[in-house]
T-cell receptor, first 112, second 115 residues
Framework: DQQVKQNSPSLSVQEGRISILNCDYTNSMFDYFLWYKKYPAEGPTFLISISSIKDKNEDGRFTVFLNKSAKHLSLHIVPSQPGDSAVYFCAASLYNFNKFYFGSGTKLNVKP | SAVISQKPSRDICQRGTSLTIQCQVDSQVTMMFWYRQQPGQSLTLIATANQGSEATYESGFVIDKFPISRPNLTFSTLTVSNMSPEDSSIYLC????????????FGPGTRLTVT
């Protein structure tokens, strides 16, 4: 049973517009959430994180929103750039960080 | 963030053979993990590499198939034993250093093809 889900396998966005990537989870005990970006032939790169005590975290063009009641988080990229084209994974962890659960990924394509 | 290297970066192996993947971190880290990413799939945790003791395996993964060593806080190996084409995958080492942060960092991965 997959505890972290990314229901959109792909997303296409025009350069300069907003990209919104979504992630849902089932375990209300998750305490920490992360987003990773992965280019082909490379390992995932940590992008941004949020703890369960917050509902928003911002870092430059990237903002992560957490809605605990809905068990939903999203990553906003504004403005989107062609270099943002990659596969994005969301992940969740319990308070002890002994294990991370990953979604199946969303492939983002930012068109020039 | 920790800098992680993996060797080899890729390999093509014959069915029935074994391959050992090395993971080296530039600093001492508390936790090291091994993941697998099969084509078009998410990252699946194989095991947590414990320093000085046996690795903790996830459901569906066993020590005989994926023996893991972690002799110190900066190095670990994963062996894929008696390989079959179904083992073709990207194998990723990752670390968490809880003394610094809670983010998990990944190595570049080892792309394994079994023929």
């Amino acid at each position: 049973d997959q505890q972290v889900k990314q229901n959109s396998p792909s997303l296409s966005v025009q350069e300069g517009r907003i990209s919104i990537l979504n992630c849902d989870y089932t375990n209300s005990m998750f305490d920490y959430f992360l987003w990773y970006k992965k280019y082909p032939a490379e390992g995932p790169t940590f992008l941004i994180s949020i703890s369960s005590i917050k509902d928003k975290n911002e870092d430059g063009r990237f903002t992560v929103f957490l809605n605990k009641s809905a068990k939903h988080l999203s990553l906003h990229i504004v403005p989107s750039q062609p270099g943002d084209s990659a596969v994005y994974f969301c992940a969740a962890s319990l308070y002890n960080f002994n294990k991370f659960y990953f979604g199946s990924g969303t492939k983002l394509n930012v068109k020039p | 963030s920790a800098v992680i290297s993996q060797k080899p970066s890729r390999d093509i192996c014959q069915r029935g053979t074994s391959l050992t993947i090395q993971c080296q971190v530039d600093s001492q880290v508390t936790m090291m993990f091994w993941y697998r990413q099969q084509p078009g799939q998410s990252l699946t945790l194989i095991a947590t590499a414990n320093q000085g003791s046996e690795a903790t395996y996830e459901s569906g993964f066993v020590i005989d198939k994926f023996p893991i060593s972690r002799p110190n806080l900066t190095f670990s190996t994963l062996t894929v034993s008696n390989m079959s084409p179904e083992d073709s995958s990207i194998y990723l080492c990752s670390v968490v250093d809880r003394t610094l942060s809670y983010e998990q960092y990944f190595g570049p991965g080892t792309r394994l093809t079994v023929t």
